[in-house]
């Protein structure tokens, strides 16, 4: 690889008092550590994206930034057995930049751990002609499985996160090299 792959982490809650800034700050210290990637985030908290999905400003530096991306992870919680809303709206603000390019997730909740809203994005994001990537991490009873200074001790989650940054980094440049060698065919 000549450059690194642009992964970009989206943190998905906006809810106030939410938990995600521990899960994401975890999970961009692993990825920060891995010289594949150049990582950046987009917490949906600090971008203001319409309901209903008018184009805004706001909405086209999003788009732009997703179109630069080569890779993505999700960082969601579960509510009520689904993602947040949010992150639908993220998913339908932009078009053809997701097309052709990985997402991964790091999921938490209770003691489901997100997985239920991770199945549920398995199928929004194949219809955005997106590939999701094998593995998850994902934290079940979340707040018990961080420490005070946002550090976990959960092996299964690490060892997750290394497989699921081992194949993001896999699919994103077989599909930079792809796309740039023909666009992505999609409708």
Known sequence: MDTPLRLEAIV????PKRFAPVVA????????ADADFEVGVIDLID???PVDLIETDAVR????RVEAADAFVAVTSEYNHGYPASLKTAFDSVKREWRGKPIGFVSYGGLSGGLRAVEQLRQVVAEIHMVSVR???SFHEAKRKFDADGQTADAA????CARMLRQLSWWATAL???RAADPYPGS
């Open 12 to 15: 998905a809650s906006v809810r």
């Open 25 to 32: 700050d975890w999970f961009l210290r692993q990825a920060g």
């Open 47 to 49: 971008t203001p994206l």
């Open 61 to 64: 530096a999003f788009q732009r």
């Open 135 to 137: 593995e998850t991490v």
């Open 157 to 160: 989650a690490i060892d997750a």
């Open 176 to 178: 930079r090299t792809a």
